[in-house]
């Protein structure tokens, strides 16, 4: 499988702190990558990193073939790099229609805007029930599912999903992976960073395991979920617990 997104190297983080040190990874195009590791181990930072919302201290960032270091982040996003941030961050004043429109401001995403809306619409359709409400009054989980459909419409050839599911109801994180899954299966292609490691290894094709800011451990996600000695040393699991 090709890829579509390609870090060489990458170092970054937040003044002096250095939190990411010479990461290496690959997102293949048409498939999920998950990111998975404990608390403080760089996955946010490496998503914020992509997006261009934090600069490399060093490395380097292709999309397709392209450096993208030195792009800021709606250059990122018009070339179809789209990251919907941990906590959802949608505009509260703004209606549901509102938010889906201003989710296609970018150039190569305008034309066809309405039409996409109406797909946002019959991929969430409670968006489609609170379509003239404001953001600000939706439930957590609503709130989650306006943040994808946003990204969605700027028609993303990269959607990087920081926490989707951190803090909804159970019931809600089973709905929203069902939704993820039914997205992946229209060809987008994603970059997944998840608490709930169980269910990104389960969805994902190939996954990278980070520890302390570094690649600790990489490969096909159904090997790393097999893997009891992997679960153990990086990710907290203890089967025999």
């Known amino acids: 499988m090709a890829s579509i997104l390609d870090v060489t190297n990458l170092s970054g983080g937040y003044g002096e702190v250095q939190v990411l040190k010479d990461v290496t990874v690959s997102i293949a195009e048409g498939q999920v990558t ?17 997006a261009g919302l934090i600069p490399a201290t060093s490395g380097q960032i292709n999309l397709q073939g392209e450096c993208v270091n030195a792009l800021s982040p709606p250059d990122r996003l018009a070339r179809g790099v789209s990251l919907v941030p941990e906590g959802r961050l949608v505009f509260p004043d703004f209606t549901v229609a509102d938010t889906l429109r201003m989710g296609a401001y970018a150039p190569h995403a305008r034309s066809g805007w309405r039409e996409r809306a109406e797909q946002m619409y019959a991929l969430f359709p409670r968006l489609r029930e609170r379509r003239t409400s404001q953001a600000g009054f939706l439930s957590g989980g609503e709130q989650q599912m306006l943040a994808l459909a946003r990204s969605l419409m700027s028609k993303p050839k990269v959607l990087l999903l920081d926490e989707p599911t951190l803090g909804l109801a159970p019931t ?11 997205i992946h299966k229209t060809g987008v292609t994603i970059g997944l960073v998840e608490q ?15 520890e302390d800011g570094e690649i600790a451990f990489h490969g096909p996600s159904d090997e790393i979920l097999a893997s009891s000695a992997v679960k153990a040393a990086y990710l907290g699991i203890d089967e025999e617990a």
């Open 172 to 182: 809600m994180v089973q709905e929203l992976f069902s939704i993820l899954a039914d």
């Open 196 to 210: 709930n490691v169980h269910a990104a290894l389960t969805m994902a094709d190939y996954a990278y395991v980070l």
């Open 34 to 50: 998950a990111f998975v590791g404990s608390n403080g181990a760089g996955k946010t930072t490496l998503m914020r990193l992509l």
